[in-house]
């Protein structure tokens, strides 16, 4: 964790889609010190939208002290930057903090 899923009508180009991915990935890793095996990036494009942004961004995350205020702002808006210049559009971002003592995982 974090988990971050990107739905969107269609998808950017291949290269545009790395590069994202790359973004994301060191978001996680430099800004909520997330360890590289717990990421989880994930586009699901083809999606109709019948009211809403073109790209909606959900993030899901596991609370912790050093998650939120600062780091979690920048964490947001550096996903805000890459969503934009992937895909040439705003997103819509959301965020869930998840409690580590109700979660449940494997892997």
Do not use: W
């Not at 291949?14 to 997330?34: F, H, I, K, V």
């Not at 819509?92 to 892997?107: C, H, N, P, T, Y």
């Amino acid at each position: 964790m974090p988990v971050i899923k990107i739905f969107c009508t269609q998808a950017p180009a291949l290269a545009e889609s790395q590069n994202l991915a790359l973004s994301l990935r060191t978001l996680c890793m430099d800004t909520m010190g997330a360890h590289p095996d717990a990421i989880e990036l994930l586009l699901i494009d083809g999606v109709r939208v019948l009211d809403g942004a073109p790209v909606f961004v959900e993030v899901h995350y596991r609370d912790r002290p050093d998650r939120r205020g600062l780091p979690l702002d920048q964490f947001l808006s550096g996903i805000d930057m890459a969503v934009q210049q992937a895909f040439g559009l705003q997103p819509r971002i959301r965020s869930f903090a998840v409690d580590q003592d109700s979660l449940g995982a494997v892997r």
